[in-house]
């Protein structure tokens, strides 16, 4: 079968699926991605996403429509004749979009679907401690991430990986699993498995202000957390009315009869921070107005202690 392939998609986490398409000879018609930004020191440099950079570098059709359901962008779109398309951390698409190709669209996303339907599968695994996620892809229909399952493949969470940890590997694994489908829809041997809802957990959006950390729970809480939001959008406290991410943690289960939210540091080497019960440990902090740092660079600026 002769496919005409258009991907949808636009951070870095997009790029490696688009790549092993196109270094496995597939003919990528257009891509479709976010539009342009300002950004940078002053707000006076244009932002391209990393799917667009990538596309441009390989002379392929960039679309960076602001409104998915104008009938200028949906005519371009069709003009690309595409009979199949690709989502990797794109946007929602109206069924205009999604049913248009004969094929179908599919979407790569983060997690063993049903879990974590949403926006950010990956930090809502890492904070929930979770041992195990993985990625799945599936075909689109109206309700968002529920679509009839092609391949799952699975990887672990290890005890100490953050968010961009997970991220990274789940990359790999990711465009490795976009591969394996469309080669199946190429061949026509793709089978689907209903998905079953009564399984079916959320990972909401993050936003800045759900960042911060609550120490009136267990350590290890804590520390998954703080994990789970490394390095983005990042937890945070606040220390003498800054505020201060915390980026990289260890924790123990020590009693004490602190107040949770204490900090203690011997002014050299350590900072910790009081849990119920346990200890949060610091190895890599963001204090307001200042880079992101290790502990001890940290303190050979900074007293705890007068």
């Excluded at 779109?77 to 690709?86: D, F, H, V």
């Excluded at 202000?209 to 729970?217: G, H, V």
């Excluded at 703080?226 to 991410?245: D, F, H, N, V």
């Amino acid at each position: 079968m002769d496919l005409r392939i258009v991907f949808m998609g636009t951070p870095e986490f997009a790029v490696p699926s688009l790549k092993i398409l196109v270094e496995n000879g597939y003919n990528v018609v257009g891509v479709i991605t976010a539009t342009d930004k300002m950004g940078g020191r002053g707000k006076n440099q244009l932002i391209e996403s990393a799917v667009k950079k990538y596309a441009v570098a390989q002379d392929i059709p960039v679309l960076q429509p602001k409104n998915l359901k104008s009938p200028e962008f949906q005519a371009e779109l069709k003009g690309l004749n595409a009979n199949l398309q690709i989502v990797v951390a794109f946007r929602m698409l109206p069924v205009s979009v999604w049913d248009m190709p004969e094929l179908g669209t599919f979407n790569l996303h983060g997690s063993l679907l049903p879990k974590y339907r949403g926006a950010a599968p990956i930090n809502w695994a890492v904070i929930n401690g979770d041992a195990e996620t993985g990625v799945s892809t599936f075909f689109l229909q109206h309700e968002i991430d529920t679509g009839d399952l092609i391949f799952q493949e699975r990887m672990p969470i290890y005890p100490d990986d953050t968010a961009g940890d997970v991220h990274d590997r789940m990359m790999d694994l990711g465009a490795k699993t976009v591969l394996k489908t469309v080669k199946t829809i190429e061949d026509g041997t793709v089978t689907t498995q209903k998905q079953d809802d009564s399984q079916a957990s959320k990972a909401p959006k993050i936003f800045r202000e759900t960042c911060e950390i609550n120490f009136q729970q267990p350590a290890q809480k804590v520390h998954d957390f703080i994990r789970g939001m490394s390095p983005y959008p990042a937890a945070w406290t606040r220390l003498e009315g800054k505020q201060l991410k915390i980026l990289k943690s260890t924790y123990t289960e020590d009693y004490h009869q602190l107040k949770p939210g204490t900090f203690q540091s011997d002014d050299k080497n350590y900072i910790k921070v009081a849990c119920s019960p346990g200890f949060v440990r610091v190895h890599q902090l963001q204090l307001q107005g200042r880079k992101r740092m290790k502990t001890k660079d940290f303190l050979n600026g900074y007293s705890f202690n007068g």
